[in-house]
């Protein structure tokens, strides 16, 4: 869904490395969220914010911090990536409970 | 906390063959209920969603899916696959009234089908 957009799409970096991943989105939802999706395992999530006052934790939200910076924009940060959070990480808005995903960045962490 | 449970993590038919993939979900109150899919390399897109009303709801592609409370689930069907159909097929769940708690997802069903 062009309305939501992710960057970077791939990213490949190193253990101990700090890196953000940029959500923006175009509909004017209040809503966001961050899940990671992992082969088998279906899509979790990580965190998501009400608002821009507004953050929560997910189900899988160790190792992982979030900024709400305005409506339109949710950056998910990993202070220091370790190989496990390799995934694919998805970023959605909501609105009357439908979810709108973007097209996802690709994390590998060697 | 709210599961969801998909039965078949892979399926392979043949181009034609009638689809159903199974979804039963955990928790007791009102929810809210979708299918999405992911085509190879694609982001996820709404095929149906089920929020009240009619327990048989129409989807995109000629999918359908029928809501049964007393057995807590949400099958996903098709009468007539087509070689399009191969992807990947997640059922989630929200509870419903509000709130921004996300949905929780089953763990999906890669979808193989045969020319």
């Known amino acids: 869904d062009a309305d939501v957009t992710q960057t970077p799409r791939n990213r490949i970096t190193k253990t101990g490395k700090r890196i953000m991943l940029e959500c923006s989105q175009t509909?004017?939802?209040?809503?966001m969220y961050w899940y990671r999706q992992d082969p088998g395992l279906g899509l979790r999530l990580i965190y998501y914010?009400?608002?821009?006052?507004?953050?929560n934790k997910g189900e899988i939200s160790d190792g992982y911090s979030v900024s709400r910076q305005a409506q339109a924009k949710f950056s998910l940060s990993l202070e220091s990536a370790i190989p496990n959070q390799t995934a694919l990480y998805f970023c959605a808005t909501s609105l009357a409970n439908e979810q709108f995903f973007g097209p996802g960045t690709r994390l590998t962490v060697l | 906390a709210q599961s969801v449970s998909q039965h078949n993590h892979h399926v392979i038919l043949s181009e034609a063959a009638s689809l159903e993939l199974g979804c039963n979900y955990s928790y007791g109150g009102t929810v809210n209920l979708f299918w999405y899919v992911q085509y190879p390399g694609q982001h996820l897109q709404l095929l149906l969603k089920?929020?009240?009303?009619?327990?048989l709801v129409k989807g995109i592609k000629g999918f359908e899916a029928e809501f049964i409370k007393s057995k807590f689930s949400f099958n996903l069907r098709k009468p007539s696959v087509q070689w399009s159909d191969t992807a990947e097929y997640f059922c989630?769940?929200?509870?419903?009234?509000?709130?921004?708690?996300?949905?929780?997802f089953g763990k999906g069903t890669h979808l193989i089908i045969q020319p």
């Open positions: 989630a769940v929200k509870k419903s009234g509000g709130g921004a708690d996300g949905l929780t």
């Open positions: 509909k004017g939802h209040d809503r």
């Open positions: 914010s009400f608002d821009v006052k507004d953050i």
């Open positions: 089920y929020f009240s009303g009619d327990p």
